[in-house]
C-alpha cells in the first residue's frame, strides 16, 4: 500500500466528532469529489464520485448524519479492468436541503435559490480546519513517502478551493504553495516540518511518526558523517546536548506541532533540526537576526520546558496539546515548488466555473453547531 493509501486509510477511521466539523468535512468532499446536474423545472441533483468504497461510505454516513438519504450505485469501468467508480446522488428535496447545509442554496421570496456553485461553510475554527483538511486530502491529496523524498499536495478543483485550502493551512503557520499544473490548481508542501505539521493538523499520529522516524534516521547519520569528519566538533558533550535537544524537538512537533511554537522558538528547532551537528555559538548565526550563544542557550531552555511539559502530560496520560504556547507564523521561506510525486485523482466531474454572485448581505445562520458568527470569517470557498 503507498504512503499516501495509508495516510488516507488513517483518516477514514476518525469519524468527524460534531457537527461543525462533518459539515466542514463534507464542505471539502463536495468541492473535490462531487458535481451539479440540472434537471428540468429548476430540480438539482448533487452527485459524488469515488474510486474508493471506504470513502464512499464515509460521504453516504455523513449525508446520513445530514438526514439525507442519498442513492448509491456503481459505475464499472470495463476498459479499466474492471475498476468501479461509487457513485451517491442526492435528489430532490434532500439536495435543496445538501445544498443549503453547504451554503450554497438560499431561501428567498420566490422560494430556494442556488447562490453559489462552490460550498461556503465555516472553517475558522480549530477543528474545523482540522476536518476541512481530512476531507481535502481524502478527495484530492497525496503524499510522497517520507523514503522517496518530502512532498505533500492537494489538487484542487477550482482556484476557490486552493485559495481555502492555502488559507486553512496558513492558519497553522504552515506555507502552502500554489501552482498550476496541467490546467489544474495544486497546493503542495515541499518541506518536511510542513508536512509533518500539517499531519498533526489532520490529526493523522501514525503517517506523522513515519516521517519522523525517517527524518531522525537522516539527521543522525548526518551527524555522525560531520562529527568524525570535523574536530572542531568533536566534542562528545555538544553532540550528546545536541542529540537531547533533537529529541526534545522531535517531542513536541510529534505531540504538538511546531507550529504551537512561537515563532522564536520555532526558528531555533527549525535550526536545530537541519543543524545538529553545530555548537550554540554556531546556530544562533543561523538565526535572522543571528543570536548570541547565551540568547541561543536561554531560547534552547525554553524548548527545553515545554518538551518536559509534554513529558508530564503524556505520563499523566493526558492530552499533549494541552497548553501550547500561542501560534505563530512560520518564519521559513518556501521550498521550490515541484513535480508531484505519487499524484492522484483527477477524473472527477468538477462543479462548474464558480459563478456565485459575490457575498450575499445577511447570511443565514446556520444550524446548531455551527461556526460561530462573526468568528474571523474564514469560510470555505470564500
Ligand atoms: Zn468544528
Known sequence: MSFSSELKEDLLHMPPEKACDLRAELAALTQTSASLGFRGGGRITVTY???NAALARR??????????APQLHFVEHARLGGRKTCVLTVEGDDASALLREMGMM?????????RRTTPHVPVSRQCCRQAYLRGAFLGAGAITGPDRGYHMEWVCQDEAMAQTLRRTLEHSGIPGIVYQRRGRTVVCLKNAQHIADALALMGAARARMALEDIRIRRQTRGNINRANNC???NDQRMIDASERQVRDIVLISVERGLFTL?????????????????????LGQQLTPPLSKSGVNSRMRRLT?????????????????GTAEHSGGSAEGLADAGRAGDRLPGGEVPLPADDRPGRVAGERPLPAGAGVPGEDGGRAGD
Request: charged residues 35%; hydrophobic residues 35%; aromatic residues 2%.
Open 106 to 114: 438560499e431561501d428567498t421570496a420566490e422560494g430556494p435559490a442556488l
Open 262 to 282: 512561537p515563532p522564536e522558538l520555532q526558528q531555533l528547532a527549525q535550526a536545530r533540526l537541519e543543524h545538529p551537528e553545530m555548537g550554540l555559538q554556531q
Open 49 to 51: 464520485r469515488t474510486e
Open 59 to 68: 460521504i453516504f454516513r455523513m449525508l446520513r448524519g445530514l438526514r439525507l
Open 305 to 321: 520546558r515545554v518538551a518536559e511539559e509534554v513529558r508530564q502530560r503524556l505520563e499523566k496520560g493526558g492530552n499533549a496539546r
Open 231 to 233: 574536530d572542531e566538533h
